[in-house]
């Protein structure tokens, strides 16, 4: 059967059975680890990972840096690997921050990001020497300001900027797209207004602007009218406040394949293309190229994960739908619940088989909206005990899930070189109620 398995880390077994992932056999991994379960294909997070620095590298020079945006993914192996590969990282709380921190990771090559950081988050930061905090508000300006006097120290920043892009229709919206909860806007004047103000905070060292627009994102389009907007706002900052960016941080946002109908993305063209186009505009400005910094999250893990699930029944109503309950859910990947995300499924013990019943595939939570994908195709003969991996779910999955109906979280087992390991181990029972005091 010739099948599109969206990445090159998926295949089949020679005997055409089994749906294989980082070379190894799917049923032989649930067997050894359970179900519900979350596969990483740690050379594939790698290979991602060295795609992006030698795309940068190649396309803005040395001082061009790759931040892991790690929300997508947040767990102590994961900051490992990202110090060995010589990523940075973003953080968005003192909870990602301090577990970057407990795997050794150099936080002074870490941006704390958050539209609303507590005064205690900052001291926390500081404390353990954050690189850069990304300034959202102006409230928080102050803040980090008095924490910095605190302790006598000067604290670089960035701050985060709007640059009114509207990331679906793809067009600079002059008014539009100021309506953000994160960032102070161009359009309004709030960002100039902040970078005047933050210029003369004697703790401070502004040491340049964020941006983040897209998501899903497949070619270079939204970020060069992105650059555009930026290198415009940070031209007329230099001619009318003296300022000089050293550090633009662009934000995230490619796109990794959910279905075989996503397009494949030439992550090496797309920024060489970025790169020859904010050179031209910077010296068309008659500015300095900042360094510029990307912060890919889901494009570094995603199609790095895969979750299998055993079937726990099959309920057909004639005329009307076909459910296959498997034992997940919404609790270990909430992304069609939250936002209608698509995902390809297989059914991984029977790879031969001709997948030809419609069905929706739903969670074991007592709520209706607990589905992990509608319309999908599996064997008609999917039973009780058969094993469905969905692929791609190594962003926003791990990172979103919860305990609704007090069910545990699935492991993270990591695959690597033909092995595997537990990074996260399976949650418990006795872990669920390890916090009651009464
Ligand atoms: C979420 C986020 C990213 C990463 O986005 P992806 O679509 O996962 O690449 C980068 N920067 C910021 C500020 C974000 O909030």
Redesign the pocket.
């Known amino acids: 059967m010739n099948r599109d398995l969206l990445c090159e880390n998926v295949s089949v077994s020679k005997d055409g059975q089994h749906l294989c992932f980082a070379g190894m056999d799917t049923t032989d991994l649930a067997r050894q680890y359970g179900t519900p379960l979350y596969l990483m294909d740690e050379d594939r997070i790698r290979a991602c990972c060295r795609a992006y620095l030698t795309a940068v590298h190649d396309a803005f020079g040395d001082s061009a840096r790759v ?1 892991y ?1 790690s ?2 993914s947040s767990f102590k192996r994961m900051y490992e690997i990202m110090r060995e590969e010589g990523m940075g990282v ?1 953080v ?1 709380s003192v909870g990602e921050l301090y577990t970057a921190f407990k795997a050794g990771f150099p936080l002074s090559n870490a941006y704390f ?1 958050s539209n609303n950081k507590t005064d205690e988050d900052i001291a926390f930061a500081m404390e353990h020497g954050i690189g850069y905090f ?1 300034v959202d508000n102006e409230e928080e300006l102050y803040a980090v300001e008095r924490e910095a006097a605190a302790r006598g120290i000067t604290q670089s920043v960035l701050l ?1 900027i709007t640059p009114g892009i509207d990331p679906h229709t793809f067009e600079a919206v002059s008014t539009g797209k100021v309506d953000s909860k ?1 960032g102070f806007a161009i359009d309004t004047g709030a960002a100039e207004d902040i970078l005047q103000k933050a210029m003369v905070q004697p703790h401070l060292s502004v040491k340049g602007l ?1 941006c ?1 627009v ?3 994102v497949f070619d270079s389009e939204v970020f060069l009218l992105t650059a555009d907007v930026m290198l415009q706002f940070i031209a007329d900052m230099k001619v009318r406040h003296g300022f000089v960016t050293e550090l633009f941080d662009i ?4 796109g990794v394949r959910y279905l075989p109908s996503d397009p494949v993305l030439d992550l090496h063209g797309c920024m060489a293309e970025i790169g020859a186009f904010m050179k031209q505009k910077a010296a068309a400005l008659g500015i300095d190229l900042p360094a510029v910094a990307f ?6 893990v995603a199609d790095a994960g895969m979750t299998l699930y055993t079937v726990g029944n099959v309920k057909c109503i004639p005329e009307f739908i076909n459910y296959v309950s498997i034992d997940g859910g919404m609790t270990d990947n909430v992304r069609y619940a939250l936002y209608g995300a698509p995902y390809t499924l297989f059914q991984a013990n029977a790879m031969n088989k001709p997948h030809d019943m419609t069905c929706t595939v739903v969670g074991r939570c007592c709520e209706s909206g607990d589905i992990i994908q509608p319309d999908v195709k599996l064997p008609a003969t999917i039973e009780r005990g058969d094993l469905v991996g969905v692929l791609t779910t190594g ?2 999955h791990y990172s979103m899930a919860s305990n609704y109906n007090r069910l545990t979280r699935p492991p993270i087992v990591m695959l690597s070189g033909g092995d595997s390991y537990v990074a996260v181990r399976r949650e418990t029972i006795d872990d669920l109620i390890a916090l009651y005091q009464k």
């Open positions: 931040m945006a929300k997508a973003d968005v990001h990304v985060r994160f964020h983040h897209g998501s899903q934000g995230g946002g490619f912060e890919p999250g889901r494009s570094i962003a926003y």
